[in-house]
């Protein structure tokens, strides 16, 4: 499964996600203007809030699956619909990425949705219960290997803002931009 072939970055490709992993998106900085940095910086964060979404959309579907082999392993009988708020709980997750906060929401929230329901239509999360239990491993490897390509892209759009920030930060100190400029604007 390949990053274009689920939609990850192509390229001389259109989408937001090709702009900014776009080899020319995030060099010469500095003979940038301070609006253009601050625009570009937008649309990275956007795109990362975007990955995020998808991300955690993906985890959750992970995290129902494997409960359900769990339970299966384990001889159990209770439903997994009766146990979603403690699977889906992040109380197990080690991985929680860089923490960032992210100042906007995803977009395109539907799409993202579509997307990752694609990757299991076979194994309806919310009917798991009518699954072999190769079916449901099949799926979990699906959504695993595209969560994979999901966290390369959302890493990669980070270290795009991460160069985008820092060069904002710099003008900042420099004294070359001015926060009451900024404040104007808004």
């Given at each position: 499964?390949?990053?274009?072939?689920?939609?990850?970055?192509?390229?001389?490709?259109?989408r937001?996600?090709?702009?900014?992993l776009?080899?020319?998106?995030?060099?010469?900085?500095?003979?940038?203007d301070?609006?253009?940095?601050?625009?570009?910086?937008?649309?990275?964060?956007q795109?990362e809030?975007?990955?995020?979404?998808?991300?955690?959309?993906?985890?959750?579907?992970?995290?129902?699956?494997?409960?359900?082999?769990?339970?299966?392993?384990?001889?159990?009988?209770?439903?997994?619909?009766?146990?979603?708020?403690?699977?889906?709980?992040?109380?197990?997750?080690?991985?929680?990425?860089?923490?960032?906060?992210?100042?906007?929401?995803?977009?395109?929230?539907?799409?993202?949705?579509?997307?990752?329901?694609?990757?299991?239509?076979?194994?309806?999360?919310?009917?798991?219960?009518?699954?072999?239990?190769?079916?449901?491993?099949?799926?979990?490897?699906?959504?695993?290997?595209?969560?994979?390509?999901?966290?390369?892209?959302?890493?990669s759009?980070?270290?795009?803002?991460?160069?985008?920030?820092?060069?904002?930060?710099?003008?900042y100190?420099?004294?070359?931009?001015?926060?009451?400029?900024?404040?104007?604007?808004?």
């Amino acid at each position: 499964m390949t990053s274009s072939a689920q939609g990850g970055p192509q390229s001389g490709g259109r989408r937001r996600i090709d702009k900014v992993l776009a080899d020319d998106f995030a060099t010469d900085l500095p003979g940038l203007d301070i609006d253009e940095l601050r625009t570009r910086r937008r649309e990275a964060e956007q795109e990362e809030a975007d990955l995020s979404y998808v991300r955690r959309m993906l985890q959750g579907r992970m995290d129902i699956l494997r409960a359900e082999l769990a339970r299966r392993s384990g001889g159990g009988n209770a439903k997994i619909v009766e146990h979603l708020s403690q699977v889906l709980s992040d109380t197990g997750r080690s991985d929680h990425g860089l923490g960032r906060f992210l100042r906007v929401e995803p977009s395109r929230v539907d799409e993202h949705r579509r997307a990752v329901e694609q990757v299991i239509a076979d194994v309806g999360v919310s009917e798991v219960e009518g699954h072999s239990d190769d079916d449901i491993r099949g799926a979990l490897g699906r959504l695993e290997e595209f969560e994979h390509v999901i966290s390369e892209d959302r890493r990669s759009v980070q270290k795009v803002m991460d160069a985008l920030t820092a060069e904002v930060a710099a003008r900042y100190k420099s004294g070359a931009a001015s926060v009451d400029d900024l404040l104007a604007e808004r």
